[in-house]
T-cell receptor, first 111, second 116 residues
Framework: SQTIHQWPATLVQPVGSPLSLECTVE??????LYWYRQAAGRGLQLLFY??????ISSEVPQNLSASRPQDRQFILSSKKLLLSDSGFYLC??????????FGNGTRLTVT | AQKITQTQPGMFVQEKEAVTLDCTYD???????LFWYKQPSSGEMIFLIY??????QNATEGRYSLNFQKARKSANLVISASQLGDSAMYFC?????????????FGKGTLLTVNP
């Protein structure tokens, strides 16, 4: 069966520090991968998606970037965090018509 | 562009009663899919139910059913016999069929509280 791992679960970082969140999927090949962000009490906003290795599409201009160095690995990064980057970050995967399957999320607080 | 509107920020229901969570959508696509997810306080997103735009029957999954009214562009979630464990945020989402990115557009959610 397929599983998705996302870490860390919580993270507190100072403004101006770098960020790296990692997501890996097991049990499937060539999945589409997604990074969503959820601000407190809000819906999910799509940040990036990838349909293959090295292929990244950005939905919203921002202080973040994403990379897909391997088929089942998706990384969200920032060189310098802003206060506005705080939120709940969710990684997800999907194939064909299947629903998106989400990881357990990372709660990021920028102080 | 696709848009999902959930007009109920919060809903309350008594245990064992049914509840309907509203969702309306806007799209120019002819073929699309509609989804409902549940998000407990732990934060995980749990897929509940799916409805295709060309599906003639309303989708059902256990206690969940989707009241799909295509002409009205609505896709309401009905939870029958509410349980305390149903207390959570509920999100309606959609995506266009076809293409290769399968990305979902989400509404802002409805917080459901089930009272004992």
């Amino acid at each position: 069966s397929q599983t998705i791992h996302q870490w860390p679960a919580t993270l507190v970082q100072p403004v101006g520090s770098p960020l790296s969140l990692e997501c890996t999927v097991e049990g499937t090949s060539n999945p589409n991968l997604y990074w969503y962000r959820q601000a407190a009490g809000r819906g999910l906003q799509l940040l990036f998606y990838s349909v293959g290795i090295g292929q990244i599409s950005s939905e919203v201009p921002q202080n973040l970037s994403a990379s897909r160095p391997q088929d089942r690995q998706f990384i969200l990064s920032s060189k310098k965090l802003l206060l506005s980057d705080s939120g709940f970050y969710l990684c997800a995967w999907s194939t064909t018509r299947a629903p998106l399957h989400f990881g357990n999320g990372t709660r990021l607080t920028v102080t | 562009a696709q848009k999902i509107t959930q007009t109920q920020p919060g809903m309350f229901v008594q245990e064992k009663e049914a509840v309907t969570l509203d969702c309306t959508y806007d799209t120019s696509d002819q073929s699309y899919g509609l989804f409902w997810y549940k998000q407990p306080s732990s934060g995980e997103m749990i897929f509940l139910i799916y409805q295709g735009s060309y599906d003639e029957q309303n989708a059902t999954e256990g206690r969940y059913s989707l009241n799909f009214q295509k002409a009205r562009k609505s896709a309401n979630l009905v939870i029958s016999a509410s349980q305390l464990g149903d207390s959570a945020m509920y999100f309606c989402a959609m995506r266009r069929s076809g293409g290769s990115n399968y990305k979902l557009t989400f509404g802002k959610g409805t917080l459901l509280t089930v009272n004992p």
